[in-house]
């Protein structure tokens, strides 16, 4: 396990798993995609974990990933504040793109871990992170857990999280908490923070409790369309008022959790940008239906909902 | 969708989804995968699925994939007998490999459908394979479809065989039965079986049942090791003694099931085969332990189960 040698900062505070914009052929929009990464940014974004769930990233190749990571570099995004998601079912495939998000400078990877086979042991995890981690074989390699069981099925035990921070304490260094189940999140910061493990809470419903319990963020879907108010009650947390501010948080969440997350969160860009192209999802998925996504904004709009700035088409 | 032109005979019978070799390094040894393939093939199977659920498939690159298909043509098996597992989570993945195959001439190619996303629409299923089937653009393409929900949590449903076969008559031509559930498989039977649809049980448990019915044969796992039993009833089924035949399939794959199946096929083949290397298995899996294997061992040879002319090692 390489010892990790340098000081730079952890990431902290509120990401965006960032949807990631098609065109009508399924191809990879690169424009469009820096420009929302970059109002994401400008906008109560610390930082951008591409090629999340809600990115579609396990809709995409590795190729594509490592030619969309590119793109974002190239137009002078700064790798610092990247937490590429890496995890795949093939050691070869994570590792690839792990290996080219540290050469990139990305502050840390966010893995899943492998999806495929159910009810694997503990054992076996840990040795798929284990290989990817002495594969990869740099000591700049930041590894955050991604604990996601109603979508991967396959979970992360804190008897993993133990053996991997035995095994590599400066690598694993945090875990993302999808589990959607506090009682979860709280074991895991008891167990760990202490220690220094980075805790972010899978969804901005949790922020505020995350942070008081000794957590550090949150990695949050709606982010890709509420990271203004999500940022501001990460920075005023410790301020009054801030329970008003998380519930305010929690309830425009609940109106895109009537559809399924990522259709809804790119009918609101759509709408709020007035470019109906960012609707296109890859199979499996599918967008919302024009009645659905009307309903939608409309519900958006009568709780004042708005996405100042966002790049509209041509932009 | 494109017609198939073609009038080749559709697979049937016997196929094994023929479990990886991997050196301790976790690389694939291709010379004992060339070897175990034709060991399957001249001991009662029909075809191979390799690339399955059973091959790790899913812990392996598309690359590496592609480079074990061609190491097995280039060793001159016959690519008509080949039914390489070609379905990805990624459109662009899944294309990939399905068409490397078809170019190969393989027989056919069987397709999970994307797996990581959960309680996804039908609608979006059949745009997955449309979009599959209309990039690959190849009218020698047969698609069978891959139903194992206890893995892939995500299932075939039968309005989805409905659309898919309404949409690609020739080219969507079978399925392989994982479920475990032998209502559904009869379900599917009933309804396409008649209309030419090739219906393979995914387990030589069904074999017997699945033939009576209107089946093709099965896909399955204990045909790594026990395929001369398993091809014997299959050419034998209309013949006296078939249930007795098949209650002695049920009896050894029962011997394996009381282990995780992959695990335990590659601890047979390791001791049957001389060849301890074959109890290698890429992580998230876990070989058996030395006491497991000692006791599968025992209990297959008190069944009095072997495995002639397996290859040895440095054969």
């Known amino acids: 396990m390489p010892k990790s040698s340098d000081d730079r900062p ?24 820096v420009a929302h990464c970059r109002w994401l940014l400008d906008n109560g974004c610390d930082g951008l974990a591409v090629f999340g769930t809600n990115s579609e990233a396990n809709s995409m190749t590795v190729q594509e990933k490592i030619e969309l990571l590119d793109a974002l570099l190239d137009a002078g995004v700064d790798p610092g504040r990247l937490m ?3 995890g795949a079912c093939a050691i070869g495939d994570a590792v690839a793109l792990s290996a080219h998000a540290v050469k990139s400078g990305c502050a840390g990877v966010l893995m899943l871990p492998p999806f495929y086979y159910k009810n694997v042991p503990d054992e076996g995890l840990a040795r798929y992170f284990g290989e990817v981690i002495s594969r990869v074989d740099d000591p700049r390699l930041r590894v955050y857990l991604y604990h996601i069981p109603p979508v991967a099925q396959v979970g992360i035990s804190l008897d993993l999280i133990t053996r991997l921070r035995r095994d590599g304490p400066d690598t694993v260094v945090g875990i993302k908490d999808s589990s959607g189940d506090w009682s979860n999140t709280k074991a895991v910061l008891d167990a760990f923070a202490a220690g220094g493990f980075q805790v972010f809470a899978g969804s901005d419903d949790f922020l505020l409790t995350n942070l008081r319990n000794g957590g550090v963020g949150c990695i949050t ?67 919302l239906s024009p009645a659905q996504a009307e309903t939608l904004a409309k519900s958006l709009a009568e709780d004042g909902f708005t996405m100042p700035g966002l790049p509209r088409p041509g932009m």
Chains 1, 2 share one sequence.
């Open 10 to 33: 952890y990431l902290r505070g509120v990401l965006s798993p960032v949807v990631t914009p098609f065109k009508a052929n399924l191809e990879i929009d690169k424009r469009r995609f």
């Open 84 to 86: 590429p998601g890496t």
């Open 221 to 287: 879907a709606s982010g890709n369309v509420n990271s203004p108010a999500i940022g501001r009650l990460y920075a005023t947390w410790e301020q009054q008022g801030a329970d008003d501010r998380q519930r305010a948080l929690t309830q425009t969440r609940s109106l895109l959790a009537k559809y399924p997350m990522i259709p809804a969160l790119k009918a609101a860009i759509a709408h709020y940008s007035g470019d109906p192209d960012w609707a296109t999802v890859r199979p499996p998925l599918q967008a």
